[in-house]
């Protein structure tokens, strides 16, 4: 007879081996409904993925009840010798991965390692340059109501108006005018490649530190399918669970040796490795969480598979094959394409505001976030923007014949915002999708 739910109540600790479904009746239905959800739908959230079973048994393991603050053989807690080996295979995947001299993979996500990142280089009140969220950067590029911005002299940079790629040379004017003392290169909401080598010509000639901020595309960097900064950039921040597919988290990549150490760090005991090391522990973060890193090593192992170089490959011409169905259809998008796995829908001279279509599009199972456009008329709030992507449906194994489709079920929706009957049509449609293909990491129930 199963009395694990009984037992649960009756007899304190015995529920430490019952399962989710008879200790939390109520979490463990939103676990299921949320799967169910994900099963269904269509995921095109630019930053979202579908970790593989192996990377989420990682995440749920024992490693998660370990204290190991500090640094693998040097921790402030006993019995650290089995972490220190796995957090050492984690930075040493990384590295390789990456060809980086040094890596960090304690930072809890990719905001608090670009924190760290302030916090190892700069001092309150330097210069910042970075690409404004409207113009597709990130809250931690120096935006007015994030740290970045109220600690830090923001200067932003920008687009070329035409292209509406980055303008490298009013960039070059810019940063010349104003002397920043560290440039980031990389964006939430960028669907064209950087010139990482354009970037950091101007940095050195200006002694800036140059950060690129790699948490959408690291994934289509380690597949190759992307160009990689860290041979640029004197410091590469990442999320851990976007395109790379791994658990959340984040990670730092580093130069051993700070180029600027004498001019602006003159009194520092320690290089940059160090530097950016201190920073996450003790100075931001106290215990690193040992099952997350235990889900990136395994996320790291997955990703130098040559199946994985295939994966981003496919991402990226997942990406273009949608955002040229789209443009057949009458769409524009920002920059009038893409390079890697997003696209960014410009629906300015359409009736609805971004918020009210994403809405639409969720109520026909295609899940979206909206976002600014450069020069949106609208608020952040609602924006005029709707931003794709393409990393979790080609983790489902989705192809260029299916962006087709894909790209019919979206017009449709937009075309008819008021037609309730055709919504529930297409979700039936996107369901048809979705169940000819495997979702990694969702176990049948
Ligand atoms: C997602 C993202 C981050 C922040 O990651 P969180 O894990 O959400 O804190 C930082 N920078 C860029 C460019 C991102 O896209």
Known sequence: MDNSAD????????????????????????????????????????????????????????????????????????????????ENLAIERLKKLFGSEHA?????????????????????????????????GHLTHGWAINFSGTDYRRVPYGLHEKTQEIDYDSLRDTAKRERPRLIWVGGTAYPRMFDYAAMAEIALELNAYLVADIAHISGLIAAGAHP????????????????????????????????????????????????????????????????????????????????????????VKNAQALAQALLERGYDLVTGGTDNHM????????????????????????????????????????????????????????????MMQVAGFIDAVLRRPDDEDLHASVRRDVADLCAAFEVPGIADR
């Open 7 to 86: 037992l649960a109540v009756a007899q304190p600790g015995t529920y430490v081996r019952s399962p989710l479904s008879a200790v939390d009746p109520t979490v463990y239905e939103l676990l299921v409904r949320q799967e169910q959800q994900e099963r269904t739908t269509l995921k095109l959230i630019a930053s979202e993925n579908f970790a593989s079973s192996a990377v989420l048994e990682a995440t749920g393991s024992i490693f998660t009840n370990k204290y190991a603050e500090g640094y693998p053989g040097a921790r402030y807690y006993a019995g650290t010798e089995i972490v220190d080996e796995l």
């Open 104 to 136: 960090n993979v304690q930072p809890y996500s990719g905001s608090p390692a670009n924190q760290a990142v302030y916090r190892a280089l700069l001092k309150p009140c330097d210069k910042v340059m970075g690409l404004p969220i409207p113009q597709g």
């Open 228 to 315: 990689n900064p860290v041979p640029h950039c004197d410091v590469v921040s990442s999320t851990s669970h976007k395109s790379i597919r791994g658990p959340r988290g984040g990670f730092i990549l580093s130069r051993n040796e700070d180029r600027y150490q004498t001019v602006y760090h003159p009194k520092a005991k320690y290089n940059l490795a160090r530097r950016i090391d201190r920073a996450v522990f003790p100075h931001l973060q106290g215990g690193p969480h040992m099952n997350v890193i235990a889900a990136l090593a395994v996320a790291l192992q997955e990703a130098a598979n040559p199946s994985f170089r295939s994966y981003g490959q496919q991402t």
């Open 343 to 402: 696209l960014i829908l410009d629906l300015r001279n359409r009736p609805l505001s971004g918020k009210a279509y994403a809405e639409l599009l969720a109520k026909a199972g295609i899940i979206t976030n909206f976002n600014m456009v450069p020069g949106d008329p609208r608020d952040p709030a609602v924006t005029s923007g709707i931003r794709l992507g393409t990393p979790a449906v080609t983790s489902m194994g989705m192809r260029e014949a299916q």
